[in-house]
């Protein structure tokens, strides 16, 4: 599981003024991208609903860049609740 040090680094690396640092609540039925209590990074769409993604690990953006791929986070998902994200305010 990311920490919140890494998500801060993550968004610094995405450039994205929009994008803030949050925790999952419980979500209701089944989702598996994302559990209860995970660090995420999420943009607010101002509508009420977001997009979450999941930042990665150091070593893995590392072996990333080595094959000149710039992913830095996975698990993306639009049209999220706000309601079911905690803001961590940083």
């Known amino acids: 599981m990311i920490d919140i040090r890494q998500a801060i680094k993550v968004r610094e690396m995405l450039n994205r003024p929009r994008c803030k640092i949050g925790i999952t609540k419980k979500f209701p039925g089944d989702f598996p991208l994302h559990k209860e209590g995970e660090v995420i990074l999420f ?30 986070t996975i698990g993306t998902c639009v049209g999220v609740p706000l309601n079911l994200i905690e803001e961590i305010l940083i």
């Open 43 to 72: 943009t607010p769409n101002g509508d009420g609903f977001c997009t979450i993604e999941s930042p990665i690990s150091d070593e893995w953006i590392e072996r990333n860049r080595s094959e000149n791929n710039g992913i830095r």
